[in-house]
């Protein structure tokens, strides 16, 4: 049998993310307080450093679930989500106790930070001390937001 050489791959190009101000026009009415641009590059790469160490909740339920548990974190939810009534539960429950949470505009963005191809719509982020000064820095900013009432 002959070896057949593998031709190298034609690079696909990657379809171009939308700009901040762009994902800004397909919020939803709830999605207050919303983080700024800064924050939200933050947030993100919190994001993926919790990820690694596997230190994360994702997904409405599971937040839900961790959150009635008495588990803290900063709890990050995409502003773009519709139905509204999917998760607008959550920032009640984290006022309760105490959990600081704001909103980024996309949840595909929010996906792909966590490592997934699919959007995700609710996020925890608990602390670790391997990204505590990331985490340390985005509490602060976070709970600096105004809360929406």
């Known amino acids: ?47 993926k450093k919790a990820i690694k160490q596997k230190n994360i909740r994702r997904g409405v339920k599971e937040v839900q679930k961790f ?13 773009d989500t519709l139905p509204i009534e999917v998760y607008c539960h959550i920032p009640v429950m984290c006022e309760d106790r105490g959990i600081p949470y704001s909103y980024v505009p996309s949840k595909s963005d929010l996906g792909a930070a966590a ?23 985005c509490l602060e900013d976070v709970q600096a937001l105004p809360l929406p009432y």
């Open 115 to 137: 490592g997934s191809k699919r959007p995700t719509c609710v996020i925890l982020i608990k602390p670790h001390e391997d990204y505590q000064e990331a985490y340390d820095e």
């Open 67 to 79: 959150i009635n548990k008495g588990e803290k974190g900063i709890v990050v939810m995409a502003g």
């Open 1 to 47: 049998m002959t070896k057949v050489k593998k031709e190298e791959c034609e690079e696909v190009p990657e379809t171009p993310s939308k700009s901040y101000d762009e994902l800004l026009s397909y919020l939803n009415p709830v999605a207050k307080p919303l983080a700024g641009r800064k924050l939200t590059k933050k947030l993100y790469k919190c994001v």
